[in-house]
């Protein structure tokens, strides 16, 4: 790579934007990791009370790990598409 070609990268806007969309989906993926705890955690829950996994739990779960894989593909540049909330919420 030569100078102009770092000074391009350097002074470019899109790499810029796309720092802040990373911080912001970093912050996503630290509030999604403790939704995800409290997921596992109330599922335990509901399998010692009631002797089987709640319904409900397990679909959030599933949506949260899709959600979760989703931003890490941004992150490491597997993907331009940015996760929710600038694209639907993961289904099952």
């Not at 319904?55 to 931003?71: P, T």
């Amino acid at each position: 790579m030569n100078n102009e070609a770092i000074k391009h990268n350097l002074t470019s806007p899109d790499h810029w934007l796309r720092l802040l969309f990373m911080v912001l989906f970093v912050i996503l993926l630290e509030v999604a990791g403790v939704v995800m705890l409290a997921t596992v955690v109330l599922q335990f829950l509901f399998a010692i009370i009631s002797g089987s996994p709640n319904e409900n739990l397990r679909q959030l779960g599933s949506q949260i790990a899709s959600y979760i894989y989703q931003v890490l593909q941004f992150l490491i540049y597997n993907t331009e598409e940015k996760p929710f909330p600038f694209a639907e919420w993961p289904e099952d």
